[in-house]
């Protein structure tokens, strides 16, 4: 061979090597989406904000499947109640793997059980939550968080009723006092709390070290660069962040032994798990994950509904007299009340539809190749669902931005209402749009129970003891249904917002101050 035909037959593999390389191709069987670009692929065209109304639209040309390449990594996104049914439910262990990012393992979250994929370890921390945040564990527990609800709303109405306020800063109080009282029998003693400070400390870690932000989410190889080498500074924020969660896991499950030693411990998920010491750091997690996973959701929850309620008079009026008519003025509403309680019950339920806590579901990742409809989902694809658009479906939903508690409530003929013309609408979605909030399949939120009492409770207790209207931002303008504003961020939160909360009357007033007892 000439060294000009050498020259040419190298040069031609050169051509090709490029063309397969960096060329964007799509595989025919691989489902549908943009074409992208050369070597970033589809990674310019991946929305910065509001994901999810992107993918929507994407939708509308690709289908409730598709798929895009972010640097060489498939992402197949389910917009599709049908789609997310088959896959994540039917087909639940073939896509019950977990992104993994190595900054939050290098800051301490290497076991946090959301985001730790299947094996031996999430096993051992699935037995300790399924054994003691089962069903029951919110009828265990109800007495303790009807105390902090009431007491929630006791402060939210000790003040110049005339004045409108944010209601943020105590339905966070709540949330975080309720999950330590649960995991810790921690009682939440003022504003300031140490263990609710620390614990926020410990979550704002986990949210900082998985932003894509970090180099080393996207190239985990650099996780073993030395520290002394330059570009390692995200080691050394690490190490201080894992201090940071390492403290609050300790320090809280110390506090517990040792109020367990003295004989004052009150009941708690730690104080029946102690004795596990066969795994004590899976333990730790266990119980610090309690926080991670429930305070931003539980506090995002709980805005939207006090939201949703000031924009909504005739809804508060609607659920005041369900609520009257069953305790007559002598008690407060509690959890044994709710199948007596239709329309709280169905507020409760619009609230996780209406503004979803999660717009994205966590990411999974295929365990294995998998073959649906005719497309190939390649092992270690990631999967997304799009869980607003599941939410926002116009067939299923009609005027879906709109706060209609009444889609869950039978109609007058006795059957249960639809809201839709739809045929296939019969497997209990209306009744059940929890089941999609909590997560799916093996993958379901352990603490879906807790939370769930919880947002209830605080619904009917609110109804039944106190108006809440006059809604505006913090310029002090008007909010109405079509202004609703959403800060952007893996846990959906609303704009802050004012309102004016007083109680209902001077009974409220009494009933409140009575309930505080634990």
């Known amino acids: ?16 090597a490029v063309v397969h390389f960096v060329v964007p191709r799509r595989s025919r069987r691989l489902p549908p989406g943009p ?24 939708a509308k040309t690709y289908g409730d499947i598709m798929s895009i ?35 939050a393992e290098l800051s301490g979250w290497s076991n946090a059980i959301g985001a730790t994929s299947p094996g031996d370890n999430l096993r051992t921390m699935k037995r300790f939550t399924n054994t003691f945040l089962g069903p029951n564990c919110a009828r265990d527990y109800a007495p303790a968080i009807d105390a902090l609800v009431t007491d929630c709303l006791r402060r939210l109405t000790h003040h110049d009723t005339s004045v409108a306020i944010d209601p943020r800063a105590q339905l966070r109080r709540l949330a975080g006092a309720v999950i330590l009282r649960v995991a810790y029998g921690y009682q939440v003693a003022d504003e300031d709390d140490k263990f609710v400070k620390m614990s926020e400390a410990a979550l704002a870690t986990f949210f900082a070290s998985t932003a894509p932000v970090w180099l080393v989410n996207t190239f985990p190889i650099m996780r073993y660069i030395p520290t002394w080498m330059p570009g390692s500074y995200f080691k050394r924020q690490a190490a201080e962040w894992r201090e940071i969660a390492e403290r609050s896991r ?28 066969d795994h004590p750091k899976l333990l730790e997690s266990t119980l610090a994950d309690m926080y991670a996973g429930g305070a931003d959701t539980t506090l995002s929850a709980s805005t939207t509904l006090f939201l949703a309620l000031a924009l909504h008079p005739h809804i508060q009026e609607r659920a005041r007299r369900e609520v009257e008519d069953l305790v007559q003025g002598t008690r407060l509403p509690n959890l044994d009340d709710r199948p007596h309680l239709a329309y709280v019950d169905a507020i409760v339920k619009e609230v996780y539809r209406w503004r979803g806590v999660a717009n994205l579901a966590l990411p999974r990742r295929a365990l294995e190749t998998t073959e649906y409809n005719g497309y190939i989902i390649p092992e270690d694809a990631i999967i997304m669902m799009n869980i607003w658009s599941i939410f926002h479906d116009p067939e299923k939903y009609p005027e879906p931005m709109r706060f209609r508690p009444e889609r869950y409530l039978p109609t007058e003929d006795g059957t249960k209402a639809t809201l839709s013309d739809r045929e296939d609408s019969d497997d209990g ?21 807790l939370a769930d009492a919880t947002l209830f409770i605080l619904a009917a207790k609110t109804v039944a003891s106190c108006y809440i209207d006059s809604p505006t931002d913090l310029n002090g303008s008007p909010i109405t249904e079509d202004s609703v504003s959403y800060l952007p961020g893996v846990v959906s939160q609303p704009a802050p917002f004012l309102c004016r909360i007083r109680a209902r009357d001077s009974q409220a007033e009494l009933l409140l101050a009575d309930g505080l007892a634990v």
Not at 434 to 446: A, E, S
């Open 250 to 277: 300790r320090e809280t499950i110390e506090w517990t032994q040792a109020e367990l030693d003295k004989g004052n411990a009150l009941p708690s998920v730690a104080a029946e798990l102690l004795g596990d010491l």
């Open 69 to 103: 390449n972010v640097l060489g990594n498939t992402i197949v996104i389910l917009n599709g109640e049908q789609e997310v049914k088959e896959l994540i439910v039917s087909n639940g262990t073939t896509f019950a793997g977990r992104i993994r990012f190595p900054m």
């Open 429 to 449: 979605f209306n009744e059940d749009a929890t089941r999609y909030v909590f997560g799916l399949g093996v993958r379901q939120c352990p603490g879906r129970h």
């Open 35 to 58: 074409s992208g670009w050369p070597i970033l692929r589809n990674l310019l065209d991946m929305p910065k904000e509001n994901e999810w109304l992107v993918f929507r639209e994407w």
């Open 1 to 16: 061979m000439t060294l000009l035909a050498a020259f040419t037959v190298l040069s031609a593999l050169a051509v090709l």
